[in-house]
Structures are given as C-alpha cells and as structure tokens.
C-alpha cells in the first residue's frame, strides 16, 4: 500500500539517524547511514522524516505561516534546551511512500542539552503496537523515509509516542 507524503510545513532537525530497525514481513532489517542524514521532526503531521539527496538551505525561514514557525521553534527549543540559533528550509519532494514494516528502534545522534557535543541516542518503539510504521519512496534521485503513526511527538525527554 501506497501513501503520498503530504507537505510536512516546518521541520524541526533533531539530529543525524545513523541506524533504523524496521521489522518487515521477511523479518527484521536494519538500515545503516555511512553518511550524515539529517533526522528531522514535523509536528503537524507527527512523522520523523529522513530526506537523501537533499540539502538544508540556511537563512531566513520564510514567514508564509508564522504559526507552523512558532511551533517548529518551540519543539526545538523544548528539545534541545537552547533557542534557536539558525532556520533552514527543507524542501521535501511530493512522493508516494510505500508502508516498510514496523518501526523497532531509532540510533540518532544529537547535541541536544550540550551544543557541540554529540552524543548517540537509541529510540526503541513498543513490540506490542505496530502503529508507529516506516515508509519509503524515492524522487528524481532523493529518497524519502518517513517514521509516523500512533501519538509521536517530541519532548524535552525525547521521542514519545
């Protein structure tokens, strides 16, 4: 099955993914990131999304909706405990994701709490719920990996869901 990844507004970066276990029907697989993939949090639609091929244009943020900024700002000053320094754009391409398997676990790394110190993360998604689905898809040679479903959300503690 087939869903088309819907314009995910602001993003907050929350790190770079270097591991994502996905248990799919064949059985569990993990997906290694030699190389720096940004892992980024849209909080209108509650999906962790993970872009290649693209890059992060630095600057001003263009203030079409101030709200959707506010809120991007806001998740991630409460996950980082630090205001925000710099804006970016994203631009995610219009794409059909296909539904991998369920997420099992996230290894990100992050300055989160002490900027310019990197520490590594790992994210385990309840076995008892496979509500919180991977999906991919692929664009004029960027890929798309998205992580969404049930209540995710991002706090000060982490990923919730």
């Not at 409460?78 to 676990?105: F, H, N």
């Not at 998205?146 to 869901?161: A, K, N, P």
Request: hydrophobic share 35%; proline share 4%; with cysteine.
């Amino acid at each position: 099955m087939s869903v088309a990844l819907k314009d995910p507004g602001g993003v907050a970066l929350l790190g770079d993914v270097l591991t994502l276990t996905v248990e799919t029907s064949a059985g569990e697989e993990q997906w290694e990131f030699p190389e720096k993939e940004n892992l980024y949090y849209a909080p209108g639609e509650r999906t962790l999304i993970i872009v290649m091929g693209r890059t992060v244009n630095y600057g001003e943020t263009p203030a079409t909706d101030r709200r959707k900024k506010a809120g991007v700002y806001k998740i991630f000053e409460r996950w980082s405990a630090r205001p925000v320094e710099q804006t970016g754009v994203l631009t995610v391409p219009a794409v059909k994701l296909k539904d991998i398997g369920r997420a099992v676990s996230v290894i990100y790394r992050s300055d989160k709490w002490h900027k310019g110190k990197d520490q590594d993360y790992i994210h385990e998604f309840s076995k008892s719920s496979d509500k919180v689905r991977v999906r991919s898809g692929t664009f004029k040679g960027c890929k798309v990996v998205t992580i969404s479903g049930g209540r995710m959300t991002v706090t000060e503690r982490g990923i919730i869901y």
